[in-house]
């Protein structure tokens, strides 16, 4: 069974950058779909971005489009999520996933595994 593990959250304050990483077992992340969602309280889980290792394709929501970085690093079967110029609106439980196709890259369903999550918090 896919096993997602993020770490990497914290509180910092509106325009600082903090880093996420997602360690991914059992199957290779260059290999498949990896997407980062976010959850903020009394809202609906969220697409923030999302890499397909194996073209090295990536994407990302148009909220966060040259702010944060999604990258995948092969040896430590690792993805990250670079954010800068962090807002406040940035804040929520960040999810990692993964999914065997980028075809649907932002729509939660499309994706058959998740981590637990780790807390961002943007200060203002």
């Known amino acids: 069974q896919v096993q997602l593990v993020e770490s990497g959250g914290g509180l910092v304050q509106a325009g600082e950058s903090l880093r996420l990483s997602c360690a991914a077992s059992?199957?290779?992340?260059?290999?498949?779909?990896m997407g980062w969602f976010r959850q903020a309280p009394g809202k609906e889980r969220e697409v923030v971005a999302a890499?397909?290792?194996?073209?090295?394709?990536?994407y990302y929501a148009d909220s966060v489009k040259g702010r944060f970085t999604i990258s995948i690093d092969n040896a430590k079967n690792t993805v990250y999520l670079q954010m800068s110029s962090l807002k406040p609106e940035d804040t929520g439980m960040y999810y990692c996933?993964?999914?065997?196709?980028?075809?649907?890259?932002?729509?939660?369903?499309?994706?058959?595994?998740w981590g637990q999550g780790t807390q961002v918090t943007v200060s203002s």
């Open positions: 996933a993964v999914a065997p196709w980028c075809s649907r890259w932002s729509a939660p369903d499309n994706y058959s595994g």
């Open positions: 059992e199957y290779s992340a260059s290999d498949n779909c």
């Open positions: 890499i397909y290792g194996v073209y090295g394709n990536s």
